[in-house]
């Protein structure tokens, strides 16, 4: 059996790293992993890959079509299938939905086979559409890249979409932008270090929720916050917007490699609004890295973070105007305690990986057993 796993993303994001994380779990069942990619993502060689991950670079997703052998093979891809491919009936379908379907198209898991979710939240999201679901979140591995005792320095804060004139203007200009500046090193500031690590995307929702934070953390004399993560151009305009309040007490550093080490320089980590994100990686790599996590009580959070063990939960600042944020964060400027999750060993657990492994497991065993032959 060989999977034929899709993802023709061409930005790095989680569900990249799951996906390479995947192929190694696979790899230990005694699976390979054909990944199938844009040929335009140059990250793929950057991530742990399992040995015998054989790489396909495409430019349209009709290309695959060609390339899959005759006989029944296994598509499962992150996100929901191509059009093409979720019409070719002679191969079992799959998906792994990394995006809770609540609010998006309806129709986007039609003739797939097993769609498979990332968390609870994507699951209820799925039980909603009656689409057909895997009973069990496959969740992620908290694995962070990087080692917590490395040098930080200032990288790209956009990641250019070099389909768009305006992107490859700035994406032209803005390396030469940044060697004028030069490179800073990071070093943590005295105060209450709160910080972003994540691609900076729109279902964070980062703008909002800063329009109405930032003009609270103002107030509060001795909080900084930095933001590690690389966005489209208008991501990073519209949060640039919103932390204008704090002035010079936010710093953007942009894309980094050594993930472990932003995780290292923080005092807590600051998750984005809840209800468009699946899981959250940065959530549990935090955790994994000792890193306690602020975030909003409301799920996926509510599956990644125990309240007053791995981090506070705080009710969603849309509702109350951030009133409990702020009491929150008036408490630990003045002393309450910060939890330390890696005492969390049950919790933590759950996302390692070879708790993943063991649920890949489970369903390879389904795959292999029933799905794949029933199509015979």
């Known amino acids: 059996m060989r999977a034929w796993q899709i ?82 009936a002679r191969h079992l379908r799959m998906a792994l939905a990394h995006m809770p379907p609540q609010g998006r198209d309806p129709r986007a898991y039609e003739r797939h086979d097993l769609v498979v979710p990332v968390s609870a939240w994507v699951l209820e999201g799925l039980r909603a559409l009656n689409a057909p679901a895997w009973q069990a979140p496959l969740y992620g591995v908290a694995e962070a890249r990087g080692v917590s005792g490395g040098e930080l320095r200032a990288g790209s804060v956009y990641d250019f979409d070099r389909r768009k004139l305006r992107d490859r203007l700035l994406g032209s200009i803005y390396p030469a932008w940044c060697a004028l500046r030069g490179a800073k090193s990071y070093r943590q500031r005295p105060g209450l270090t709160l910080g972003i690590v994540s691609r900076l995307t729109p279902i964070k929702q980062f703008p909002r929720q800063f329009e109405i934070l930032a003009p609270l953390l103002a107030q509060r004399a001795g909080v900084h916050l930095e933001v ?83 981090g506070y939960l705080y009710r969603d600042p849309r509702q109350d105007g951030g009133a409990d944020f702020m009491r929150l964060l008036d408490a630990l400027l003045v002393g309450k305690p910060r939890p330390d999750p890696r005492r969390a060993r049950d919790h933590l657990e759950r996302f390692s990986f070879e708790a993943f492994s063991d649920r890949v497991g489970r369903l390879l065993k389904v795959v292999s057993e029933t799905l794949l032959p029933a199509g015979r």
């Open 228 to 310: 590690f993560g690389a966005g489209g151009y208008a991501s990073v305009r519209d949060l640039q917007r919103a932390l204008r309040p704090l002035g010079g007490r936010v710093r953007f550093w942009g894309y980094q490699e050594n993930v472990a080490a932003a995780y290292a320089g923080l005092d807590w980590l600051l998750t984005g609004l809840p209800e468009k994100e699946a899981l959250g990686l940065n959530v549990i790599e935090a955790q994994h890295c000792g890193l306690p996590v602020l975030a909003v009580a409301a799920p996926p959070f509510t599956e990644t973070v125990l309240d007053g063990e791995t």
């Open 7 to 88: 993802n023709l993303q061409s930005q790095l994001g989680g569900g990249e790293v799951y996906t390479a994380f995947l192929t190694r779990a696979l790899a230990r069942h005694g699976v390979p992993t054909t990944l199938v990619v844009d040929e335009r993502a140059r990250f793929w060689s950057g991530l742990a890959l399992a040995p015998d991950t054989e790489i396909l670079r495409v430019a349209r997703a009709e290309e695959l079509l060609l390339r899959l052998p005759p006989e029944r093979s296994w598509l499962l891809a992150h996100g929901p299938l191509p059009a093409c491919l979720a019409a070719d």
